[in-house]
């Protein structure tokens, strides 16, 4: 079936810098976006969604694009914290479904 | 309330032996969600329930797996007959209708040796 998956499986950066996360989906009746964060022995956390009828969207420290003509979701996280480190998960869901396909994984790691 | 709880968090049992999990989602979500998580890949959905109907099963639940919600509040996991390629960590998660912002729970690690 159709699923959402990730360039990198790894992503290391230096305290203080900004991250980008890249995820290709490959449904294109997905209309629905959204990443989370997943620490070492705990559930996935939500950090930012978007919806097909926007390309961009900002919370605190972070920001999701949404390219639908390639199909590309990317998160940029905005100087980087230790904290920041994790497993990160983009997923997509289409219309009414309940259900959300998720990706593979990227691991960012902060480095001092 | 502070979030959605599973209990147990970690379970070892024997190939062959049935095991059953629970979550507690936030008391105020109507929907109730499990996801199965292996090492290095993304949960993978497996079943949901609007209050204590089970309105989506997915193809990953065998016959050896079955999910209630008697009452719309709590949920529980069940899964026969334990394998070994069942290990994995269980997530439930849960939200209002119409919500895709789950709000997942920690987890059970199950192992089955």
């Known amino acids: 079936g159709e699923s959402v998956g990730l360039h990198l499986p790894t992503l290391s950066v230096q305290e203080g810098d900004n991250s980008i996360i890249n995820c290709a989906y490959s449904?294109?009746?997905?209309?629905?976006f959204i990443w989370y964060k997943q620490e070492s022995g705990k559930g996935p956390q939500f950090i930012i969604d978007?919806?097909?009828?926007?390309d961009k969207r900002q919370g605190q420290r972070v920001t999701v694009l949404l390219n639908k003509t390639v199909k590309h979701l990317s998160l940029q996280i905005a100087a980087t914290q230790p904290g920041d480190s994790a497993v990160y998960f983009c997923?997509?869901?289409?219309?009414?479904?309940?259900?959300?396909?998720f990706g593979t994984g990227t691991r960012l790691q902060v480095t001092l | 309330d502070t979030g959605v709880s599973q209990d147990p968090r970690h379970k070892i049992t024997k190939r062959g032996q049935n095991v059953t999990f629970r979550c507690d989602p936030i008391?105020?979500?109507?929907?109730l969600y499990w996801y199965r998580q292996t090492l290095g890949q993304g949960p993978e959905f497996l079943t949901y329930?609007?209050?204590?109907?089970?309105?989506?099963k997915s193809r990953l639940l065998s016959d050896r797996f079955s999910a209630e919600r008697p009452k719309g509040s709590f949920s529980t996991l069940e899964i026969q007959r334990t394998e070994q390629g069942d290990s994995a960590m269980y997530l439930c998660?849960?939200?209002?209708?119409?919500?895709?912002?789950?709000?997942f729970g920690s987890g059970t690690r199950l192992t089955v040796v």
């Open positions: 998660a849960s939200s209002f209708s119409d919500n895709y912002g789950y709000t």
């Open positions: 449904n294109s009746a997905s209309d629905y």
């Open positions: 978007i919806r097909s009828n926007m």
């Open positions: 997923a997509d869901a289409t219309g009414t479904a309940s259900k959300l396909t």
């Open positions: 008391s105020e979500h109507n929907r």
């Open positions: 329930f609007q209050n204590e109907a089970q309105l989506e």
